[in-house]
Structure formats: C-alpha cells, structure tokens
C-alpha cells in the first residue's frame, strides 16, 4: 500500500501533468523554451486568439508550470522550470519505439 507521502507527490505530479496535457499548451512551452514572451507573440506564434491563449497560460501558472510578470501592460510568461522540456524529450524516444514496434508489425503483416 502506498504511503501518504507517496500519494501526495503523485497527486502533485499529476496536476503538472494535467496543466501541460494539451496540444497548444506543449506548442506554448515549445515556444518559451527560448525565453520569456508576452500573450501577443505567444498567440501569434501558435496561430490562436488572445483569450484563448490567456486560458490556457492561466492553467499552467496555476499548476506551477509557467510564471508571469507585468510589463506595463503586457504580461510576459516564461518556463518556471525550464527541465518542463526534458519530459517533452522523452516522450518523443517513446513515440519513436512506437514507431519501431508499429514497422516490425506491418512487416508480419
């Protein structure tokens, strides 16, 4: 049986993961990853309306995931910790064995 401990931490980790577990929130965090940016170029650069974007920002601020600052009137967002993107590595290694599973498999087929 699990320990208390153990459940907290995971029910942690699983909130992180539900604030970046969406298409346009991976393309956000792609695009931070070479610093901070403001909504505008956040949304223009992933081709989606402003408010649109601001509710997905608002959801990784809030699991921790990003950090926002005011700038006169823009608000600016960056990586709260950058090492988000080592996930992103790795779950691309993955999808790359699905890929060598899928081939050996057609070949039977």
Not at 52 to 78: C, D, Q, T
């Amino acid at each position: 049986m699990l320990d208390s401990r153990n459940v907290l931490l995971f029910e942690k980790q699983a909130q992180i993961a539900k604030a970046i577990a969406h298409p346009l929130r991976i393309a956000i965090l792609n695009f931070l990853k070479d610093g901070e940016q403001c909504v505008c170029d956040i949304a223009e650069h992933v081709g989606s309306e402003r408010s649109n974007v601001s509710r997905h920002l608002s959801v990784m601020v809030a699991g921790g995931v990003l950090k926002s600052r005011k700038e006169g009137l823009k608000v600016i967002y960056e990586l709260r910790t950058p090492c988000i993107l080592e996930f992103f590595s790795c779950v691309s290694r993955v999808l790359e064995q699905q890929a060598r599973d899928n081939e050996k498999l057609l070949r039977i087929l």
